[in-house]
């Protein structure tokens, strides 16, 4: 079941070119220490009324929607920041593990690229995971994005660690169009989803 993300603020969808079933969103984090945003579309500019403290990208793919960017600082996983630094200018990197401010938590989860990178937010009544496209909704069901660049040993051992996060609400990169963009969940189903998504990757499927 899904319910609103009350505490999430989302840009406009917009449709990947290479997979139009497909639409991508950022989020605005409202928070008193610096509101966030998290992963990139076009057009950010403008997206927003609040303004933007720091924003984090999952991977470099995302650096391919920048027009009209943001006015906030990029941090990026430095796996990645030569494919973001193509387009957007990096503020900041990272490498490992980490927490800002008590609620926002960095977490690297190499695989769909070098540097992809999970968000963890604890608003204060229910923790969001933001994985980018390494989960992302597909009708409604968690698809990985293995690609022929991807590590998938690496891959495979990011699932394991996304699979015991605790976290209330997925929040990929990447939904089906009309389709909700989050998807509430609980231990036992993300285990049972995630693990589902870890024994296709063993058999050498790419989703």
Same mark, same amino acid.
């Given at each position: 079941?899904?319910t609103?993300v009350? *505490?999430l603020?989302?840009?406009?969808?917009?449709?990947?070119?290479?997979a139009?079933?497909?639409?991508?969103r950022a989020?605005?984090?409202?928070?008193?220490?610096g509101?966030l945003?998290v992963?990139? *579309?076009?057009?950010l500019a403008?997206?927003?009324?609040?303004?933007?403290?720091?924003h984090y990208l999952?991977?470099?793919?995302e650096?391919m929607f920048?027009s009209?960017?943001i006015?906030?600082?990029?941090?990026?996983?430095?796996?990645d920041?030569g494919?973001?630094?193509?387009?957007l200018?990096?503020?900041?990197?990272?490498s490992?593990r980490h927490?800002?401010?008590?609620?926002?938590?960095?977490?690297?989860?190499?695989?769909?690229?070098?540097?992809a990178t999970a968000?963890?937010?604890?608003d204060?009544?229910r923790?969001?995971?933001?994985t980018?496209?390494s989960i992302?909704?597909?009708d409604?069901e968690?698809i990985a994005?293995?690609?022929?660049s991807s #590590?998938r040993a690496?891959?495979?051992?990011?699932?394991?660690l996304?699979?015991?996060?605790?976290?209330?609400?997925?929040v990929p990169?990447?939904? *089906?169009?009309?389709a909700?963009?989050?998807a509430? *969940?609980n231990?036992?189903?993300?285990?049972?989803r995630v693990?589902?998504?870890?024994?296709?990757?063993?058999?050498? #499927?790419n989703a």
């Amino acid at each position: 079941m899904n319910t609103q993300v009350a *505490t999430l603020v989302p840009s406009q969808p917009q449709a990947l070119p290479f997979a139009p079933s497909l639409h991508v969103r950022a989020f605005l984090l409202p928070r008193s220490e610096g509101n966030l945003l998290v992963y990139s *579309t076009d057009g950010l500019a403008t997206a927003f009324e609040k303004p933007v403290a720091r924003h984090y990208l999952n991977h470099g793919h995302e650096a391919m929607f920048a027009s009209e960017p943001i006015d906030a600082p990029v941090f990026v996983h430095e796996g990645d920041r030569g494919s973001v630094e193509e387009a957007l200018h990096v503020r900041g990197t990272f490498s490992r593990r980490h927490t800002l401010d008590d609620d926002f938590e960095v977490i690297p989860t190499p695989g769909h690229t070098p540097g992809a990178t999970a968000y963890l937010w604890d608003d204060g009544e229910r923790r969001h995971l933001f994985t980018g496209d390494s989960i992302y909704l597909s009708d409604g069901e968690w698809i990985a994005a293995v690609l022929d660049s991807s #590590d998938r040993a690496a891959y495979l051992e990011s699932l394991e660690l996304i699979r015991d996060l605790e976290f209330d609400v997925l929040v990929p990169w990447a939904a *089906t169009a009309g389709a909700p963009y989050h998807a509430d *969940t609980n231990r036992a189903d993300t285990a049972r989803r995630v693990d589902a998504i870890i024994a296709r990757l063993r058999r050498g #499927d790419n989703a």
